[in-house]
């Protein structure tokens, strides 16, 4: 053997060891790498987070609504407004005049019923709804239900919003757009595409750049999935690896599926937008099959560079990027050339930019803590859960945005409130709940949620001070409470009074330390009397006060101190909304809920969380007590309701607790209850009573909230009598009396005597009127008017 | 009565005795009327009223009508109120109730209820539910919309939901008694499937107090007396 040969054999043999070697020892890493593709590509791919929605909007026949109004809630849900008929799915069409409005309807996947999407036409008439039609079926249609307004996602770290749908569901023409501008032999290559990178190395060396990348479908879904963006050979040769694996283990149609849900398509905010059907949505608010040749088009040719390539941020570049790809899909006959044309010459109708903005934080964070209960963060924030709220997203943008002016008016106001460190500032919350269903419309925990997350609507306990007055004074008139009970027109001394109790006395004091002497029940409430407050406590007793007080819903331990009676517990202004709740609904307990239905990725109902009622308390008596709480804004410490502008039939309670730490207002019409409390966080004094800190900001939210419903006085149950009373008798008013107003009473307290005291009007001196303080000057007590007989 | 009263006085007529009598007649009359009575204006620390509380609460609807018209099944029990008058029942759409001077909300919420009615008969309790609940939402006074969703809560197997509802139902439907009597029914009903007889039984009176010819209480009264083996 010559000395060549010889070494030409070492040096094989070597080679071969050397080879055998890597590969022994490469083995491992390669399984290891396996390891990680199956389990990745076998198991969840992506952890979704789980969308939260708003309530659905339901339109109906006779509805107060107008065009404008519902153009405003189709704008949120990203309708296009077109100018020709409504042809796909998300179009919207103003008729001459906003007469009507023609929508063809979304399809949406409710777990119960899934929405196809239809055009319907809406007519509107006199600021109402006239008829609605569904043009597809030429019928008409009694109930409309929009679809929900997404809200938030629940996430980990990373917000992507996904939608994944599978292979069939993606249009071919769009599938083959992407196949034309990003690998073009992807059914005929085995994970890498050698063709391809020499001829993206040829051009790329022409260029003196990099203008064309290499990469497989496969390649990049490595990349993505596993791999970093670095540009190190050591990348480049894991990838290869990688995608040689998923093609062994996976189909090529496979392969595209999870390529299409997975490729990163642009962002919004904190949110990144992935997959082609997310993708659709967002830039088009179209389904995937809705999309035209030109839409597919795009949407590939941002593949290669989503934020470059935005319509959004440069739609010419966009526009130039979209004929290159449909000149790909010429070239590789996916269209013909006449569709080529047709889809250069058609203009790009974007969906309006979707505002990257979540109007309800607070909320958000209230339906995840209550769902934390029933499932695990890695469910919630992974698993593509979808759930369906109670919100009103126009009545919550409203409650912020009242609530944030107002407080910034407060301090324009009185500057000594103004000027402190963001963490310090003047704060507030805002609740809104649908009576009768117990539905949270609206939730606003504090001023601006960059700042501070704490949820003082949900979580603030704080004194109520006056706002729980309506109890002392339901307890009173309920003669299921005890052997007495009084009426609206009882009478009650207003004068200092002392409770002892516990070998302590406690004295309450009226405000600013006047006392109006004998005043009716009515007017003790309507003026927020603490001292005649406390008396009629004293007199029904603390128990019976406790008692309703449970009755109601308010939980907990209560404190057995007379002071309770004006309010010295703490509540959270849920807990105060949901007591006042039960007044609005005539005795009806509904538990405020945030949830509806929560459905899983394939939209399969996992749980529903149904209304629930319990008659707790008397329809009657919550009736007469709703009946004083409107003389409470008509003529009491909450009448800057009406001076301000608010005409509907309301009923509301001021509240300020004893250092002017706490200013609250309580009130509700038959179709919201509201809720607001402004203070600081640090209980310092503010200074301001209730009826200047918190009513301004809840009838500003209720002007704008109710401004388009018609208003609707509440209606008194069977068993409740209105008569038309003389106030300075409590007796029928008879023509003479100077002074009448309707007052309400159970049936059998109904009064049936007329007045006597303006038989002969000109020998009696005229009682004061209502709506000014009773004079000191009146007799302190009063005979019964059968014992004035005798 | 005051009639009698005057004339029963003996002696001289005295004014001022016989307004007495007069007065205390008319007061007597009111209190024994239980619906309406003249008070006394209240004073706290001054007067009180001993008088027992109102006496119709929770109580069923007084019937205001004529003697009923006996149904041939059953008989209602002697401690319930005289029955309705007769009358055609009102078992028809819930959509022919409305006509022009439904309010909107109203005739939306008839609807709605309808649809859930349906849903109930197709066997989607679930589905009824979401359907009713927003029926409910837009008019929160339809005892229709509650009625149905107790009967839907029954079929999904929330016997304390249905409950609260038919409750609820019952309130709302006062004097519209061929609809109170199948809330009574479905009350009893529910009772009845949850053991507790006696309630059953009592249901079943009120709803054939209300409507005679309800042929649910009826059935579900004689099977209670076990006289109605296999009718259920």
Known sequence: MSRRRAVVAIAITVTVVAVAAGIVAAYPRYRALERTVVETFSGRPWAVPARVYADSFVVYPGMRLTAPDLLARLRRLGYREVSAAVRVRGDVRRDVGDRAIELFLRAFPYPLHPEAGRPIRIEIADGAVATMRDLAADTEVFDLALEPEPLAGLYDRVWQERRVVPLDAIPPRLVAAVLAIEDARFYEHGAIDWRGIGRALVRNVGAGRVVEGGSTLTQQLMKNFFLSEERTLRRKAVELVMAVIAERRYTKPQILQLYLNEIYLGQSGAKGIFGVSEAAQFYFGKELGDLTTAEMALLAGMIRAPNGYSPYRNLDRARARRDLVLAAMLEHGAIDAAEAAAARAEPVALRPPAQDRNDAPYFVDFVRRELQTSYAADALTGEGLRIFTTLDPMLQAIAATTLREGLAALERQYPQLAGREPEQQLQGALIALHPATGEIKAMVGGRDYAVSQFNRASDAARQ?????????????????????????????????????????????????????????????????????????????????????????GISGLLPTVPSMVLGSLEMTPLAVAETYAVLASQGQRTPARAVKQVADEHDQLLEGRPLAIASVVSPQVSYLVTHLL???????????????????????????????????????????????????????????????????????????????????????????????????????????????????????????????LHRHAPSVAPPPPASSPPSTGEPQERKPWWRRWF | MVAAVVLSMRGPFRPRVALHAVLAAALLASACSATRGAHPDRAVGTARDDRAPEAGRGAPPTAKAEPPIESASARPPEIHPPAPPAALDDDGPLVAKIDRTTPPRRAAALRLTEQGRAHLAAGEPARAIEVLERAVAIDARSPYAYYFLAQAHAEARHPALARSFVARAEQLFAGNHYWLGRAHALHGRLAEDGGRSDEARREYGHALAAWPQNADAATGLARLDGSGQGAR
């Open chain 1, 464 to 552: 109520p001070g006056s706002v729980f007055k309506p109890i002392v004074y339901f307890a009173a008139l309920d003669p299921a409470g005890g052997p007495s009970h009084l009426l609206p027109t009882s009478r009650v001394a207003d004068a200092p009074f002392s409770w002892s109790y516990d070998g302590q006395v406690w004295t309450p004091e009226n405000y600013e330390g006047r006392y109006l002497g004998d005043v009716t029940v009515r007017r003790a409430l309507e003026m927020s009397l603490n001292a005649a407050t406390a008396r009629i406590a004293f007199e029904i007793g603390l128990p019976r006060v406790r008692d309703t007080a449970e009755q109601l």
């Open chain 1, 630 to 756: 409107e003389g409470v804004v008509e003529r009491g410490t909450g009448r800057g309701v009406r001076l301000a502008g608010f005409t509907a039939p309301a009923a509301g309670k001021t509240g300020t607790t004893n250092d002017y730490g706490d200013a609250w207002f309580a009130g509700y019409t038959p179709d919201v209850v509201a809720i607001v409390w402004v203070g600081f966080d640090r209980r310092e004094s503010l200074g301001l009573s209730g009826a200047r800190a918190a009513l301004p900001i809840w009838t500003e939210f209720m002007k704008r909230a109710t401004a388009n419903v018609p208003p609707r006085a509440f209606e008194e149950p069977d068993g409740v009598t209105l008569v038309e009373i003389d106030p300075a008798s409590g007796l029928r008013a008879t023509p003479q009396c100077p002074e009448r107003m309707i007052e309400a009473f159970l049936d059998a307290d109904a009064p049936t005597m007329d007045c006597p």
